[in-house]
C-alpha cells in the first residue's frame, strides 16, 4: 500500500519561499513519476510540478515555471517541491501524488493512483 506524507506548509509573506516534502513509502520508490498538485479554495485541483523516476526530467505549469523546482531523493523515497517568490495566488493546498506506467510530462490527475493528504500554504500579501 502506497503512502505518501507531505509537510513544510504553513504561512508565508508574499515574496518569502518554502520547501514541500512529500515522504513516500510502500512500494518502489523509483517505480513512480511523482507530482505536486495544488488545490485552491472554490477553485479545482491543477498541476505544478512534476519529475520523472529518475529526477532527471522535470515539467512545470506556466504559472510556477522559474519560480519553483520540484527534485527527489531516491535514497531517501522522498520528493520535494522549492517554492521561491510566493505569491498570493499561490495559496492552496498542496498535494503529492505519485503514479507508475504513465507518460510525460505527467501533468494530469489521470497520471496518479495514489495521493497524500495535502499540506497548507498560505502567502500573505
Known amino acids: 500500500q502506497v503512502r505518501l506524507v507531505e509537510s513544510g506548509g504553513g504561512m508565508v509573506q508574499a515574496g518569502d519561499s518554502l520547501q514541500l516534502a512529500c515522504v513516500f513509502s510502500?512500494?518502489?520508490?523509483?517505480?513512480?513519476?511523482l507530482g505536486w498538485f495544488r488545490q485552491a479554495p472554490g477553485k479545482e485541483r491543477e498541476f505544478v510540478a512534476s519529475?520523472?523516476?529518475?529526477?532527471?526530467?522535470?515539467y512545470y505549469s506556466d504559472s510556477v515555471k522559474g519560480r519553483f523546482t520540484i527534485s527527489r531523493d531516491n535514497a531517501k523515497d522522498t520528493a520535494y517541491l522549492q517554492m521561491n517568490n510566493l505569491k498570493p495566488e499561490d495559496t492552496a493546498v498542496y498535494y503529492c501524488?505519485?503514479?507508475?506506467?504513465?507518460?510525460?510530462?505527467?501533468?494530469?490527475?489521470?497520471?496518479?493512483?495514489?495521493w497524500g493528504q495535502g499540506t497548507q500554504v498560505t502567502v500573505a500579501s
Open positions: 501524488a505519485a503514479g507508475a506506467w504513465n507518460s510525460a510530462p505527467y501533468n494530469k490527475e489521470s497520471d496518479y493512483n495514489h
Open positions: 519529475v520523472n523516476w529518475r529526477g532527471e526530467n522535470t
Open positions: 510502500g512500494r518502489t520508490f523509483t517505480n513512480y513519476a
